[in-house]
């Protein structure tokens, strides 16, 4: 190989190596660039992701202060609630250590007075303790004997007046079962009419119509009764109204025939059942209750249309659970659960007579059938006694069903009734000699009355009371019973000047 070709060949070979090591060189550079561009996205996302771990940690950190500033709030509110009645509890302890200071003075006053008068009475008629014993105890009897004459017929009579007002009620109950009713007001509807034509229509040729609406709806209408209107007379309301709303629709569309009534009773059983449902659901939405059964929601709604003494039902069932609420807040008992027990109490009065059981029990069977906790169905069964209460839910609903049914006006068959029995009352009292002024007050369930001290002496002051008692037992019809205060209050005022 001669010298020139080598000299080439080292030449080509050398501009070989520094042309791979230039490549080398660049491919190495563009390797450090991606690598850092890489790197640098990759320390941002992890660093993003540690903010965002951060501040979630921030926002839990705040929860958690937050809800242990609430318990240290309320650890302090317990805390001032228990020195509060810690203090109540030291002030009644007082209290009671004076009154029994008190009752131990008066006991060894008495016991000196006894002995005093023993001595005294041993000297004036020279009697044995054994013989003053028995004429003090003759004595004593003759002065009471009319006295526990009339405590006795008091007694009785409150026992008597009880067992007349369990008997109403257990026969209001019945009736409330019953598809009939008694009373006339309660038992039919009036509808409107445009015109006293639309009659000749309603009744038909030969009668077909007003017999085929009869028929299907299961009611009686009277076209005679008054001008331009028909009565619905029924005695299950829910199938009153279902007449009257499918007569309205006649009535509107003009078109009556058998066929057009049936079409119409049908949308009217319908619509009446999406009402009934609708009530049911606005009465557990007003009391934010939830998971109740469809099955309960209907029966809520049809107690919508049942009437007790004047008053409605479902108000009564949804007043009922507001009180059982509020005696569960206080007592610190799940108000849930007693605003069940409260609403649910007389969904038996929505059933009919097939069951011949009470309202209570078998509303609790239908409760527990349609998946209602024992608690709930006690409460229910319970409330009117006819049971053992299990649980402290039933005493709630038993209360709350009293102060529903009995508290002032919301059963009274009138007002002017009831003032007159209240004017009765004070009228009575004012009549006995030495009264000065009484009041009738509570509703007409508690009487004060005021007498005269300076013509009324104590034995008197008992005998007006007695007579008053006897003139109302026997002159006044009334529920319950009324409590007779009789006050004679003597004061004494001077001046020093």
């Known amino acids: 190989m001669d010298p020139d070709t080598i000299l080439m060949f080292s030449i080509g070979l050398i501009l070989g190596v520094v042309l791979v090591a230039l490549i080398m060189q660049r491919q190495i550079r563009l390797f450090k660039s991606n690598y850092k561009q890489k790197s640098e996205i990759l320390l941002k996302e992890k660093t993003l ?15 958690r202060e937050g809800e242990l500033d609430r318990k240290l709030k309320e650890v302090s509110l317990l805390e001032r609630r228990l020195i509060d009645k810690a203090n109540d509890f030291v002030d009644k302890e007082n209290e009671i250590l004076k009154e029994q200071k008190f009752l131990d003075s008066a006991k060894f006053n008495a016991k000196k007075l ?33 006295e526990l004459k009339d405590i006795r017929r008091e007694q009785l009579g409150k026992a008597e007046a009880s067992i007349n007002q369990e ?11 019953l598809s009939s009713q008694a ?9 409107k009419l445009p015109s006293e034509e639309i009659k000749g229509r309603i009744i038909g040729r030969e009668g077909r ?19 331009d209107s028909v009565l619905v007379s029924s005695f299950d309301p829910v199938r009153r109204e279902v007449a009257r709303i499918a007569l309205e629709a006649l009535v509107r569309d003009g078109r009556i025939h058998p066929a057009s009534i049936e079409e119409e009773v049908q949308k009217s059983e319908q619509e ?20 109740m059964p469809v099955e309960l929601s209907s029966i809520l709604g049809h107690l919508h249309y049942r009437l007790s003494n004047n008053q409605n039902t479902l108000d009564h069932s949804v007043e009922v659970a507001n009180f059982c609420a509020l005696l569960a807040s206080e007592l610190g008992y799940d108000v849930n659960i007693a605003k069940r027990a409260g609403l649910l109490h007389d969904i038996g009065k929505a059933m009919t007579e097939e069951g011949h059981e009470s309202h209570a029990i078998a509303g609790a069977k239908f409760a527990k059938k349609h998946g209602e906790g024992d608690l709930v169905v006690n409460a229910i ?17 038993m209360i709350a069903d009293s102060i529903s049914a009995m508290r002032p006006g ?28 009484a009041y009738a007050i509570q509703a007409g369930k508690e009487l004060r009355v005021i007498v005269k001290p300076e013509d009324v002496d104590e034995e008197e002051t008992r005998q007006i009371a007695r007579r008053i008692r006897l003139r109302i037992e026997n002159e006044l019809t009334y529920p319950g019973a009324i409590d007779i205060t009789v006050i004679r209050e003597q004061r004494f005022n001077e001046t020093a000047v």
Do not use: W
């Not at 992701?49 to 929860?63: D, H, K, M």
């Not at 999406?274 to 209750?289: D, H, Q």
């Open 49 to 63: 992701e540690l903010r965002e771990q951060i501040s979630g940690l921030e926002l839990n950190v705040q929860s």
């Open 114 to 146: 006894e002995r005093f008068y023993r001595l005294k009475l041993h000297q004036i008629t020279q009697m044995s303790a054994k013989e003053a014993r028995q004429l003090l105890i003759e004595d004593t009897k003759k002065e009471c004997a009319e």
């Open 167 to 177: 008997a109403k009620q257990i026969l209001l109950a019945t009736m409330q079962r």
């Open 183 to 191: 009373m006339t007001d309660a038992t039919a509807t009036l509808v």
């Open 209 to 227: 119509n007003i017999r085929t609406f009869e028929h299907v709806t299961g009611t009686t209408l009277m076209m005679d009764e008054a001008p």
């Open 272 to 291: 009446m059942l999406s009402g009934i449902m609708e009530i049911g659901e606005n009465a557990l939405r007003k009391l934010r209750i939830s998971n």
């Open 381 to 397: 069964a319970a409330h009117h006694k006819e049971v053992e209460a299990k649980s402290v839910y039933a005493s709630l609903v």
């Open 410 to 437: 919301v059963r009274t068959s009138s007002v002017d009734g009831f003032m007159h029995r209240v004017r009765t009352i004070e009228d009575i009292a004012k009549e006995q000699h030495g009264v000065e002024d």
